[in-house]
């Protein structure tokens, strides 16, 4: 099936660990978005990607970082300076321009103790 | 800039009743605009999208919105509620240009009892 993969579903790490979230999708999409949804805040951008090898900065992008070598790959590493890491965490990709859909991961819960 | 505005954190209907979820959009160019579902613990699914074509749009599961540009307003309804369509709903908004980002609302949580 087509779609997009997110990995783990749950996990849970010490205060001050770096964690990589895997997002995988075999949509052939271009561009590819992380976002942070917290309760009652909606969701968040935390960094997006348009191509292989480039990124930008979303809404809420310290303490986090990503990396687009593969077109299907864009994981997410939320580092020990993002002061409060405990979310539920989306990955989201879309081909061409703005029209078109964003389709969802099934996100990852991080609980940071 | 662009923003969406979604009026009232939860909403509360009986089965069979009509479902009104609000939206409102700010926008300095032309919008397209989106409602989005989330079931408990699931990642989000497309409902409907507004992208200059009609003004009504339908959706998937029976619901639909109506893009009003002198009200600023993308209200999602749907005639009878079903239990099955308790959840979270979500409006975002983009611009009409290039590879424009989507910018979410906090979100609506339709509760459905029978």
């Known amino acids: 099936d087509g779609g997009i993969t997110q990995s783990p579903k749950y996990l849970f790490r010490k205060e001050g660990q770096n964690v990589t979230l895997s997002c995988e999708q075999n949509?052939?999409?271009?561009?590819m978005y992380w976002y942070r949804q917290d309760p009652g805040q909606g969701l968040r951008l935390i960094y997006y990607s348009q191509i292989v090898n480039d990124f930008q900065k979303g809404d809420i992008a310290e303490g986090y970082s990503v990396s687009r070598e593969k077109k299907e790959s864009f994981p997410l590493t939320v580092t020990s300076a993002q002061k409060n890491p405990t979310a539920f965490y989306l990955c989201a990709s879309r081909q061409g321009q703005a029209g078109n859909t964003i389709y969802f991961g099934e996100g990852s819960w991080l609980t940071v103790v | 800039a662009q923003s969406v505005t979604q009026l009232g954190s939860h909403v509360s209907v009986s089965e069979g009743a009509l479902v009104l979820l609000r939206c409102n959009y700010s926008s300095s160019v032309p919008p397209y605009l989106f409602w989005y579902v989330q079931y408990p613990n699931q990642g989000l699914q497309l409902l409907l999208k507004?992208?200059?074509?009609?003004?009504l749009v339908k959706g998937i599961n029976g619901f639909e919105a109506e893009f009003k540009k002198s009200e600023t307003s993308f209200h999602l309804t749907k005639p009878s509620a079903h239990m099955s369509d308790a959840a979270e709903y979500f409006c975002a908004v983009t611009s009409n240009s290039g590879y424009s980002t989507l910018t979410f609302g906090k979100g609506t949580m339709l509760l459905v009892s029978p």
């Open positions: 949509l052939n999409h271009d561009a």
């Open positions: 507004y992208t200059s074509a009609a003004t």
